[in-house]
């Protein structure tokens, strides 16, 4: 990897693919994706941000975990929008918890799997019942930053979620399990709505 970043220190005048084409299109194999709905950016941060800058207005609610990743609720009172927590039990998010505070207010809700800092996570069956529980209009945003780190059977990512729904969006990173986070390399897997509004 280094050895690939020096090979381009000639390039860097050059601006670089504003369509991120050829990392779209290597993503889209590698994990069996459809490359239109693949969208890249400076870290998933700033996509988790511009997606809560397209959602979030003020008088909207959003409906983290207690213990859910710092940037969030940042992003959301920036908004000028509530941020609602949910209780968790021995550090994990709580399904029940979430779903009780969904309000008519509610526009999105973020949970983080596995979540940083706690270092729990939640099984693909229970991220299915908590976006059953939502309704439509609630957009279900999963951070998968650290999806490849778990490796027990009940675990999945929620990349093919965004294929089944349209409330569904995962952002994914090449931070943490690559050791890239200077390089700021992070995607999201959108359905087209939520393309078009970022
Ligand atoms: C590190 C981290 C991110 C952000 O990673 P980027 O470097 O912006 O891609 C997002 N979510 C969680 C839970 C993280 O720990």
Redesign the pocket.
Known sequence: MKAAFKSVANNIHRYPDGSQIQLRQTLADVHNLDVKKIVCG?????L?GLIVRSYISPGDEMLLSENH?I?CPIYCRAQGADVIFAPEKDYKIDIDALLERVSEKTRMIIV?NP??PTGTYISESEIRRLHAGLPENVLLLV?D??AEYVTTDDYKTSLDMVDQYDNVVV?R????IYGL?GL???WAYCPQSVLENI
């Open positions: 400076n870290g998933s941060e700033e988790i990743f940037m983080a979540n940083n951070d930053a650290y952002t990173t090449f931070s943490k986070a700021r390399i992070g």
